[in-house]
């Protein structure tokens, strides 16, 4: 049973989108809040704006393990600033070095892939329908930056690519299975600054997170970061489970035949250091939710995560 769960995972995925198409998933405005690196220029109060768009939950309780779950904007936005103040000196020396390697090799050319020509690179892995690339797009008007989103359902790209809201010249999307270790994906090594990991990761089969991290770390430039959200262990979705929807352990499969599993801070962090990569932040984020229409309480754990590929020449 759990083999076919695996071979039919995009049929799954496909049918959940031809069923919701771009109704299920609200767009996630609170991504600015939570992760400021998507907007670096953005200022306070447009934060907050976007913040107040998503009010539909109300947040009674809001608890976090490690560093704080990021609310208070302007305690974002000063984290942001001194871990990019602490980088410069190491980026500078990067940057020589860049150069350096472009003079002895001139041949190599890689101008010919989408957004070549942009200086802001973000891959959103999972994309669905765009509910976290389309915000992003709307909201930091950066002329140089490129948006590049896949998911491995057909489908989902479908409704990315027909949506009003798509521009070809500023966003790329594509079908793309981050599992499939044959397929490479249409980015040069070391060309992204953000890869964006959320709810996603979950999605796949334990034995393939870590090739697919360490994938996905190629693509990052020296510098680069990689955000993610994705659910803690014991989350109100995990105790809702019932008998016999367990795959394996912290592994489940929903009645429409996706998968989900349940991370700790400790599985993530040995996931992203193994593949060379620098701890920013691994924090596990506790809410008690109300849906206000449906009058639910639902306690959520989330893990929040951004990791950095070092400046190092010995990172690959």
Not at 156 to 178: G, M, W
């Amino acid at each position: 049973m759990p083999v076919e769960f695996e071979v039919n995972a995009h049929e799954y995925w496909n049918n959940f989108y031809k069923i919701h198409e771009n109704g299920f998933f609200k767009d996630r405005h609170w991504l600015f809040t939570e992760f400021p690196e998507l907007i670096p220029h953005q200022n306070q109060s447009d934060l907050k704006t976007l913040l107040l768009k998503d009010n539909d939950y109300e947040i009674i309780e809001n608890t976090g393990c490690g560093d704080g779950p990021g609310l208070i904007v302007s305690n974002i936005q000063e984290q942001h600033r001194a871990s990019s103040h602490s980088l410069d000196h190491e980026k500078q020396k990067y940057l020589m070095d860049e150069a350096t390697q472009k003079l002895c090799h001139p041949d190599i050319n890689t101008d010919d892939f989408p957004g070549s020509s942009a200086t802001y690179r973000i891959l959103e892995v999972g994309c669905g329908v765009g509910n976290t690339v389309f915000p992003i797009l709307h909201t930091n008007n950066d002329p140089g930056l490129f948006v590049y989103c896949c998911d491995f359902s057909t489908t989902a790209i479908e409704l990315v690519q027909t949506n009003s809201e798509y521009d070809p010249s500023r966003c790329f999307a594509f079908v793309h299975d981050l599992c499939d270790e044959d397929k490479d994906y249409p980015i040069p090594r070391e060309s992204l600054d953000i890869i964006i990991l959320i709810f996603v990761l979950s999605s796949i089969v334990p034995d393939k997170m870590q090739n697919a991290i360490n994938r996905l770390s190629y693509l990052l430039k020296p510098g680069g970061m990689f955000l993610l959200r994705d659910y803690g262990r014991y989350d109100m979705a995990q105790l809702r489970f019932k008998t016999g929807r367990c795959l394996s352990e912290n592994f489940y499969v929903r009645g429409d035949g996706t998968r989900v599993y349940f991370f700790t801070q400790d599985e993530l962090d040995t996931l992203f250091t193994t593949a060379g990569l620098e701890k920013v932040q691994n924090m596990v984020d506790h809410r008690l939710q109300v849906n206000r229409g449906k009058q639910l309480t639902m306690y959520r754990v989330w893990i929040q995560c951004k990791y950095r590929k070092s400046f190092s020449p010995n990172t690959s």
